[in-house]
């Protein structure tokens, strides 16, 4: 069975500060993808990123950058200098790799809040 | 906007009354989704469509939930006698599928069960 897990709940930090939201998860399959989710305040989920598991360099978009490491099953997500509006509910989520026609559905672990203060 | 769209963003029901909420998809994408989020938890996967057949529901889904997507376009989601513990965020995400695994969610549907 597939797992995720955020252990931070709630984060909180002052604007510009760097902030890194961990995410570990479990799976049987060695084939796989992991994403990122941003759920602001108005609520709708939006997608940040996926990783392949056989992917695993490291990506960086402009202040996001992810760190996913195979041999502690974690795939770290750090926002350098951040901002009030980086303000929301953070998902991280697994999906399985498979066959065309087969169900692909997203594990996700319970979110991180995070708060950015002026 | 070539979004995912949900109809309504927000219901309130008495308990045992049935509601019906839409979700329609971005175009050409074959795959739909529904999952249902709780105050505090990451979405929960309820349901998956591929065109117009539906090919997974999950064990949260009880017999008083129902879901359709005729002509492999639009879906609903229909509750049937609803409970208190039915109040929850549903949402709709829709994914073009393989290569891409990405889903893209609607805003969702807030139902509130008195």
């Known amino acids: 069975a597939q797992k995720v897990t955020q252990a931070q709940t709630e984060i909180s930090v002052v604007e510009k500060e760097d902030v890194t939201l961990d995410c570990v998860y479990e799976?049987?399959?060695?084939?796989?993808?992991l994403f990122w989710y941003k759920q602001p305040p108005s609520g709708e989920l939006v997608f940040l990123i996926r990783r392949n598991s056989f992917d695993e360099q490291n990506e960086i978009s402009g202040r996001y950058s992810w760190n996913f490491q195979k041999s502690t099953s974690s795939f770290n997500f750090t926002i350098t200098a951040s901002q009030v509006v980086d303000s929301a509910v953070y998902f991280c989520a697994l999906s399985e790799r498979k066959p065309t026609g087969a169900n692909s559905k997203l594990t996700f672990g319970k979110g991180i809040t995070l708060s950015v203060r002026p | 906007d070539t979004g995912v769209s949900q109809d309504p963003r927000h219901k309130i029901t008495k308990r045992g009354q049935n509601v019906t909420f839409r979700c329609d998809p971005i175009?050409?994408?074959?795959?739909l989704y529904w999952y249902r989020q709780t105050l505090g938890q990451g979405p929960e996967f309820l349901t998956y469509f591929q065109n117009e057949a539906q090919l997974e529901k999950s064990r949260l889904l009880s017999d008083r939930f129902s879901a359709e997507r005729p002509k492999g376009s639009f879906s609903t989601l229909e509750i049937q006698r609803t409970e208190q513990g039915d109040s929850a965020m549903y949402l709709c995400a829709s994914s073009p599928g393989p290569p891409s695994y990405e889903q893209y969610f609607g805003p969702g549907t807030r139902l509130t069960v008195t």
């Open positions: 175009s050409e994408h074959n795959r």
């Open positions: 799976t049987r399959d060695t084939t796989y993808y």
